[in-house]
Each structure stands twice: as C-alpha cells, then as structure tokens.
C-alpha cells in the first residue's frame, strides 16, 4: 500500500519522489535552494532503492508512482478550473 504527500509517495519504509518541475533546471543552470537539494537527495536515494530492488518490487513502485502521478496531475487540472 502506498499514500502521497505533496510530491512523494511513501511505501513501507521508502520514501518514492514524483516529479518535480524545475528541480533538473535549478541543479544544471542556478543556485540549488537547500529545498531542491534535499529533492536531489532524495531522487538519487530512490534511484539507489530501484537499483537494488527485484525486478517485482521495481514494477510495483513504478506502477504506482505512475498511479500517482497520473492522481495528482488530474488534481492539479481540476483545481486550475
């Protein structure tokens, strides 16, 4: 089971990020805040989980990163209505 906070999603002991707008630009071409290097942080300790996960474990956290992305992005259409 997963539930999301803002721009992440937690499963079971692993805290997954989901996109984050602007985050790759501010690391490649400005000053990073100590916000937006916490997020790299995170996107890199993801990247290490999905590394050393089996190949299960991987489609299931993608899959419901997916699920997620695809809930929040519909939220934020509904709320610019």
Do not use: C
């Amino acid at each position: 089971m997963s539930k999301r906070f803002g721009n992440w999603v937690k499963f079971d002991e692993m805290v997954w990020p989901l996109d984050m707008p602007g985050l790759e630009w501010a690391l490649r071409y400005d000053t990073p805040t100590k916000q937006e290097l916490l997020a790299a942080a995170s996107v890199l300790a993801a990247y290490k989980a999905a590394i050393y996960s089996t190949q299960k474990k991987r489609n299931f956290v993608f899959k419901e990163l997916q699920k997620h992305s695809v809930e929040r992005e519909k939220g934020l259409k509904n709320d610019e209505n």
